[in-house]
C-alpha cells in the first residue's frame, strides 16, 4: 500500500511527475484522492491571490455532478475587497498555470470550473484505489475520541424490535436492514458498533400467550410440533380471536361512557393480566414458561437473521429491565424527586405539556400498577449506559416518534440532558401492505422463503436473462439482496409495497436491485477473463490512453468521488446516497461493457494495441468492481461474482 502514508503518497506523486503535494488543515488526502485534486488546485489559486491559504481551500468544491466538471472555485468564498468575481473569474483564467492533474480551467459566472486531465487521472487514481481495497471509502479516524489516545466511540444500534408473540411485519424487515446499513456505515467511520436487538418480550400480550400455552400446550402437544417458533404464533393468534370479544365489550361500553372496572377483573382479560402479573412478580412456573418462549425466539432469529448476512451482539428486550428493580427504581426515583410524574385516574403519568414541550401526557405505570413501554424505554436507556457506557445510541424504529421524543424528553428532564443528546431515532412510515404469507401467521422466514422462491421461477423462467451460473445456488442470495436494495431505496415518506415477481424481476424501479446484481456478475466475468493481472509495480506505468474519452473518463472520475458519497451517506445517515451513486456508476458502466463487447473483433495478442488497450480497461473494471463491493458491504448486501 504505497500511497497509504503521507511519506508513501509524496514519493508516490513525485514518481508520477508531480510536485510535492501541499498540507491543508481540511485536506484528508490519505482516504479522499479529491483531496489530491483540491490541494494542487488550491496550491494553484494561491500563487495568483493574496489570501489565506486555508481559505483558498474552503473556496473550492466538488461539482454537483461530473457534467458540471470536477472542481469549482467560488470567488465569493476568497471575501477580497473591492473585487468583483465575475471580473476576477476572466482575469484569473488568463493567468493560470498549467497543472499536469487539471485541463484549462474555464469561467462560469462567479465560478471557475476545473476539469480533471483525463491523461493523468488514471496514473493517480487506479493505483490510489488499488493501494486500498476494502478499506477505500472508510474514514476510520471519525470515529475517533476526541482524545486519540481514549480509543473508538461507541455507538449502540438498536434495530428491528419484533415481537416474540406478533407477526413479523414489512416494517420489522425494514427496519432491520435499515439498522444493518446505520450499524456498516458507523463501522466505515471507526466507531466501535453494539448491534442490539431489543425483543417485544414483556407485558400483557406474553401473559396472553403465557394463558394459552398453559391450556393448550400439553406434553404430548409439543412433542408433536416440528416449529415451535410458528407454534407459539400461531398459538398467540388463537388467543387473540378468543379475546377478541371482550375488546370489543370493552370498546363499546367506553363509547356508551360505562364504567369498565368490572369487565377489567373478569374474563379472559383477567385472566391475561393475572398471568403476566406472575412473571413480574417472578413466580417460578410463569418465569420458567417466559425463559423457554424467550430462548425459542432468539434461536429462530439467530439463525434467520443470518440469511440477512445480520449478527446481533445482543439480544435484549423490554424484560431486562422490567425484571431488574434497581433499574425501574432509579428511574421512578428521579421522576419523583423532580416532581416530573403525577396520578392521574389510577395511573402515574407524565405531563409533557406542563415541562415546556407539546408532546402530551404518558403514563410510566397503569392503574394495575404495571410497567408500561415508556417507563420500560427510559430504563433502558440508563441501563446501556452504565453497561455500554455509549457514546451515541440510535434507534431505528418504524414510527414512533412521539414515544422517543417523550424518552428523550424524560431524560432531558431527570437532569441527564448530556445523555439526552447522545439519543437519535431514525424513523420512516408504516408499511400498507397486507401480511404476505398466506394461509397463517408472518415470520421472518416466510419473507425470505419467498424471495428466494420468486428469484428461482424468475431465473428458471427465462434464463437468458439470468447469465449466472449455478442460479438454484445463488437464487436465496440474489433474492435476498433485491429486497436488501429495495428497502433502502424507500425515502422516509414512501410506501413500503412489496411485489416479489417485481423484485425478481431485473426490469423496472422495484427490479433495478437484480439489474444491478447481474451487471456486477457481467464485470466479474470481463476481470476473470483476463490472463494475468499486473501487479502494483506496474499499475502506474500502463497505456492508459484507451481511457481518455467517455465513458471511460467519466467512470474514473466516478470512482474518485465514493468517499465523498460514504461521508455524505454517514453525515446524513442515507442509505440512498451511496444506492444511488452505485447505480450511476452502473449506468456508466453498462456503456463501457457495451463498447467493449462491440470491439471484441479486433486483433488480439499480447503486443497488439487491441491487447494493451483491453488490459488497461480491465485495470479500471478491477478497481469499479471493488468500489462496487465496498458499496454493496455497507448496504448489507453479499455481491454475487458468477
Not at 442 to 464: F, K, S, T, V, Y
Not at 564 to 583: C, M, N, R
Not at 598 to 619: D, F, I, M, P, Y
Request: hydrophobic share 35%; aromatic share 8%.
Amino acid at each position: 500500500m504505497a500511497t497509504s502514508s503521507l511519506p508513501g503518497l509524496q514519493a508516490f506523486v513525485a514518481q508520477i511527475g508531480l510536485e510535492p503535494l501541499q498540507t491543508f488543515a481540511k485536506a484528508d488526502t490519505l482516504n479522499n484522492p479529491l483531496d489530491i485534486y483540491h490541494s494542487y488546485l488550491a496550491e494553484s489559486l494561491q500563487a495568483l491571490v493574496e489570501c489565506d491559504p486555508d481559505v483558498i481551500y474552503n473556496s473550492i468544491q466538488l461539482s454537483k455532478t461530473i457534467e458540471d466538471g470536477d472542481l469549482d472555485i467560488v470567488l465569493p468564498k476568497l471575501k477580497l475587497d473591492g473585487i468583483k468575481p465575475k471580473e476576477l473569474a476572466f482575469e484569473l483564467v488568463k493567468t493560470f498555470p498549467p497543472h499536469p492533474l487539471f485541463a484549462a480551467p474555464f469561467p462560469d459566472s462567479v465560478h471557475i470550473r476545473a476539469l480533471f486531465s483525463t491523461k493523468n487521472a488514471p496514473r493517480l487514481l487506479l493505483p490510489y484505489v488499488s493501494d486500498r481495497k476494502a478499506t477505500y471509502g472508510k474514514f476510520p479516524a471519525l470515529g475517533l475520541q476526541d482524545q486519540p489516545e481514549s480509543g473508538n466511540k461507541k455507538v449502540i444500534v438498536e434495530f428491528a424490535r419484533p415481537n416474540i408473540a406478533r407477526p413479523f411485519t414489512i416494517d420489522h424487515l425494514r427496519s432491520s436492514i435499515l439498522g444493518a446499513y446505520v450499524s456498516n456505515i458507523h463501522e466505515a467511520m471507526g466507531y466501535s458498533v453494539v448491534r442490539i436487538n431489543y425483543l417485544g418480550d414483556w407485558g400483557k400480550n406474553l401473559g396472553l400467550l403465557g394463558m394459552g400455552w398453559q391450556k393448550y400446550s400439553s406434553e404430548e402437544n409439543l412433542n408433536e410440533q416440528t416449529d415451535l417458533f410458528r407454534y407459539i404464533h400461531e398459538l398467540y393468534a388463537k388467543m387473540e380471536d378468543e379475546i377478541q370479544p371482550e375488546h370489543e365489550a370493552r370498546k363499546k361500553a367506553l363509547q356508551d361512557g360505562q364504567d369498565i372496572s368490572a369487565l377489567e377483573t373478569q374474563g379472559l382479560v383477567a385472566k391475561r393480566d393475572a398471568t403476566f402479573k406472575q412473571m413480574e412478580d417472578s413466580e417460578p412456573v410463569a418465569m420458567a414458561l417466559w425463559e423457554k418462549i424467550r430462548a425459542i425466539s432468539i434461536e429462530y432469529y439467530t439463525e434467520t437473521f443470518s440469511k440477512l448476512s445480520i449478527k446481533y451482539d445482543e439480544y435484549s428486550g423490554e424484560s431486562r429491565v422490567s425484571l431488574d428493580p434497581e433499574a425501574i427504581a432509579h428511574v421512578e426515583s428521579i421522576l419523583k424527586e423532580k416532581d416530573l410524574w403525577e396520578e392521574k385516574d389510577g395511573a402515574w403519568v407524565i405531563d409533557f405539556d406542563k415541562h415546556g414541550t407539546r408532546l402530551g401526557t404518558a403514563a410510566i405505570r397503569d392503574r394495575h400498577g404495571s410497567t408500561t413501554y415508556l417507563l420500560r424505554d427510559i430504563a433502558t436507556v440508563f441501563d446501556r449506559l452504565k453497561t455500554h457506557d455509549f457514546d451515541k445510541m440510535v434507534y431505528v424504529v418504524c414510527e414512533q416518534d412521539v414515544h422517543f421524543r417523550q424518552v428523550f424528553k424524560a431524560v432531558e428532564l431527570m437532569g441527564r440532558g448530556d445523555v439526552a443528546s447522545k439519543l437519535q431515532h431514525i424513523t420512516f412510515n408504516k408499511s400498507n401492505s397486507p401480511v404476505l404469507h398466506p394461509g397463517g401467521v408472518q415470520l421472518l422466514g416466510d419473507i425470505l422463503d419467498q424471495c428466494e422462491n420468486h428469484m428461482r421461477e424468475a431465473m428458471n423462467l427465462d434464463p437468458d436473462e439470468y447469465q449466472i451460473e449455478n442460479r438454484d445456488t445463488v437464487a436465496p442470495t440474489l433474492g435476498i439482496n433485491s429486497l436488501i436494495l429495495h428497502q433502502l431505496s424507500l425515502k422516509k415518506g414512501d410506501s413500503n409495497n412489496l411485489d416479489f415477481n417485481l423484485l425478481a424481476s431485473p426490469t423496472g424501479d422495484m427490479g433495478s436491485g437484480t439489474n444491478l446484481q447481474l451487471c456486477y456478475a457481467k464485470l466479474c466475468t470481463e476481470i476473470a477473463g483476463v490472463g494475468s493481472y499486473p501487479s502494483a509495480e506496474e499499475i502506474p506505468d500502463l497505456d492508459y490512453s484507451s481511457l481518455s474519452q467517455p465513458p471511460y473518463s467519466d467512470l474514473l472520475r466516478l470512482i474518485a468521488r465514493y468517499p465523498v458519497a460514504t461521508q455524505s451517506s454517514f453525515e446524513k445517515l442515507d442509505p440512498g446516497i451511496i444506492l444511488s451513486y452505485i447505480f450511476r456508476v452502473i449506468d456508466e458502466l453498462s456503456e463501457c461493457l457495451a463498447i467493449d463487447e462491440s470491439e471484441k473483433g479486433e486483433g488480439k495478442g499480447e503486443s497488439s494495441s487491441a491487447a494493451l488497450k483491453h488490459l488497461a480497461r480491465v485495470v479500471l473494471y478491477e478497481n469499479v468492481r471493488q468500489v462496487l463491493e465496498n458499496g454493496l458491504k455497507l448496504l448489507g448486501v453479499t455481491p454475487i461474482s458468477q
